[in-house]
């Protein structure tokens, strides 16, 4: 936890896709200090013309290598957000060749009552997690 959602534009490989889930796990774990053992990660790919992804008029250049990252998360301080920010950036740079023009990143904060992580359980409410 949290659930992280990644689109992009379909054509990477399965080892590409790998050290892009790899890099961004963990950069979420030293960010926002959660167990590595916490993974829940789906992508999706999309072609190219479904993915318009424009720079808000901050002068970034585009390319098909653009990854939005949507995260659902239970809150976390502006802290840890810009840590993840600044990690996501660096670690994908690195180890995926993915210019950090091209990586967006969007939190949705939600509450322990908001989670299920199955057997139709609220776990955090419960005292499990």
């Not at 590409?16 to 960010?31: C, K, P």
């Not at 190219?48 to 720079?55: K, L, N, T």
């Not at 180890?95 to 091209?102: H, M, V, Y």
Request: charged share 25%; glycine share 4%.
């Amino acid at each position: 936890m949290p659930l992280v959602r990644f689109d992009l534009v379909e054509g990477r490989s399965k080892e590409e896709l790998q050290s892009l889930l790899d890099a961004s796990h963990e950069a979420m774990v030293d960010a926002f200090q959660v167990p590595d053992s916490d993974r829940y990660q789906i992508v999706h790919q999309h072609p190219a013309h479904e993915m318009i992804i424009h720079d808000t008029g901050l002068g970034f250049e585009r390319t098909k290598n653009v990854v939005v990252i949507s995260l659902t998360s239970r809150p976390r301080t502006e802290k840890q957000k810009e840590k993840l920010y600044q990690n996501l950036a660096s670690f994908l740079d690195e180890r995926c060749n993915i210019s950090p023009e091209d990586i967006m990143i969007s939190i949705t904060n939600n509450e322990d009552a908001d989670w299920s992580f199955g057997n139709g359980e609220a776990q955090f409410l419960t005292g499990k997690l």
